[in-house]
């Protein structure tokens, strides 16, 4: 049973125009969700978080929307460069019961074309 | 600041021989996590230690142990190594004190090859 879910493993965008990646999850303790880039040969980068009392949060060019009804968050870099072109992974945590412990989707293989 | 240390980048190791991965994690770090990540997969949780107990673990079977020793170092154990035990092995970790969440900080990972 995967509990974090990115059902779109890749996604192939413009320079200069909107990547939205998309990650659903099915376990409602989760209360904490962070984005990670991953280049090939390195490991995983934090990119930015969203807390389940937010619905947005934004860093820079990042945005990450959540909507808790449906269980559903959003990634959104606008505008998006050749340089994003990496694997973004989609994780879950949940703070009282393993704060420790985060659930990763697949992850969603960005290109971004010149 | 150094960032998290994985040691060693790449191993090639034969069926049934058993491994070890060693982990430095950020000084003042004390949670250290373990994570499998095969082709094509996300990263799977093995388990996490803090202040050298394990304290949340992932569905790998017995074969796969860690520990971490009073300096936040941490060491990952494979026995009786399996092919498709091949995967990038990530350490990462984070300042996580139980109370919250935190981002992790992960190492470049130890590419392992069973053959």
């Known amino acids: 049973d995967q509990q974090v879910k990115q059902n779109s493993p890749s996604l192939s965008v413009q320079e200069g125009r909107i990547s939205i990646l998309n990650c659903d999850y099915t376990n409602s303790m989760f209360d904490y969700f962070l984005w990670y880039k991953k280049y090939p040969a390195e490991g995983p980068t934090f990119l930015i978080s969203?807390?389940?009392?937010?619905d947005k949060n934004e860093d820079g060019r990042f945005t990450v929307f959540l909507n808790k009804s449906a269980k559903h968050l959003s990634l959104h870099i606008v505008p998006s460069q050749p340089g994003d072109s990496a694997v973004y992974f989609c994780a879950a945590s949940a703070r009282d019961t393993n704060a420790g412990k985060s659930t990763f989707g697949d992850g969603t293989t960005l290109t971004v074309k010149p | 600041k150094a960032g998290v240390t994985q040691t060693p980048r790449y191993l090639i190791k034969t069926r049934g021989q058993q491994v070890t991965l060693s982990c430095s994690p950020i000084?003042?770090?004390?949670?250290v996590s373990w994570y499998q990540q095969t082709p094509g997969q996300g990263l799977q949780f093995l388990f996490e230690?803090?202040?050298?107990?394990?304290?949340n673990k992932g569905n790998f079977p017995g074969r796969f142990s860690g520990r971490q020793f009073s300096n936040s170092r941490s060491e990952m154990n494979v026995s009786t190594l399996e092919l498709g035990d091949s995967a990038l092995y990530l350490c990462?970790?984070?300042?996580?004190?139980?109370?919250?969440?935190?981002?992790?900080?992960f190492g470049q990972g130890t590419r392992l090859t069973v053959v």
């Open positions: 000084s003042g770090h004390r949670s």
């Open positions: 230690y803090f202040s050298e107990t394990q304290r």
């Open positions: 990462a970790s984070s300042y996580n004190t139980g109370t919250g969440n935190t981002e992790a900080f």
């Open positions: 969203i807390s389940s009392i937010k």
